[in-house]
């Protein structure tokens, strides 16, 4: 059977394989273009197989606010070049627009594999990846999916920065509140501030004990190794935990377009600018390779 440039282009089109790889997939099953399509497919996955064990360190962090819910995940490969291709970047959009679309939150990383796959809902979301795995040519694997809902009013706030760090994060403000323009640039701001600070915590409150406890206590013995009076050791220590909170608290933590001021007092003048109470309810931060 003659095997024509248009079908080895359509089999290009419709598998992403290369020219020369369709061509030879129509020739081994005779010219039947089906066969030919699951020929290729077949070889695909027993390539993706051997890349499986391959270090997958390059990628992207997606993010997606959609209505009240949202979601960020890490989509990695081998490769950064892999990493800027549009099949690539597609592949972590429609990740993300599934993961926000979930019916359950928090690590939904299983849960969005096993959905059937909103452009093709006869094969899962695994399957695609697979696919996708092979067109590419590189080992590519989801590392990590975060989902979350709106738990009251309020809005989300998003920030990627050169697909490396991803942030969204969640503010409590009331429905006129977040209507307002102004509101969701405060959130973009925070988003900014956590991607930048990669603060662990909103607030000391959320710091555990048993952290603030053994800090304490290494500062409570640096004190004492540098002969300060025993009286005044334990205000040393609480001193550097004070500091210690402008590392790891959003709402401590230097404001990075003014350092002088802390996130906490931008909130202040973001409440009374706005008209209405905006508090940092939580966020999720994604860094590449964490």
Known sequence: MEITASTVKELREKTGAGMMECKKA??????????????????????????????????????????????????????????????????ASDL????ADLSVSGAVRDALLAQPLAKDPA????????EVTAKLGENVALKRVER??????????????????????????????????EAAEVAKELAMQVAAS?????VPAEVPAEELDKERAIYLAEAKQAGKPEA?????????????????????????????KAVKDMLKEATAKLGGAVSVKRFVRMQLGE
């Open 96 to 99: 993300a627009v599934q993961a």
């Open 232 to 260: 005044i050791q334990a205000k040393i220590a609480e001193g550097k935990l004070q500091a210690y909170y402008k590392q790891i608290c959003l709402m401590d933590q230097p404001y990075i377009r003014e350092p002088k």
């Open 123 to 130: 094969k899962n979301v695994a399957t695609h990846v697979t």
């Open 198 to 202: 990669s603060p662990r915590f909103v």
């Open 26 to 91: 129509l020739t081994e099953c005779q010219g039947d273009f089906e066969k030919a399509t699951v020929w290729l497919r077949e070889r695909g996955m027993a390539q993706v197989a051997k890349r499986a064990g391959r270090a997958a360190n390059q990628g992207l962090v997606a993010v997606l606010v959609k209505g009240r819910a949202a979601a960020i995940l890490e989509l990695n490969c081998e490769t950064d070049f892999v990493a800027k291709t549009d099949d690539f970047k597609a592949l």
């Open 148 to 181: 979350i809902e709106l738990s009251g009013e309020g809005l989300f706030g998003s920030y990627v920065h050169g697909g490396k760090v991803g942030v969204l994060v969640e503010l409590a403000v009331d429905a006129a509140v977040a209507a307002k323009p």
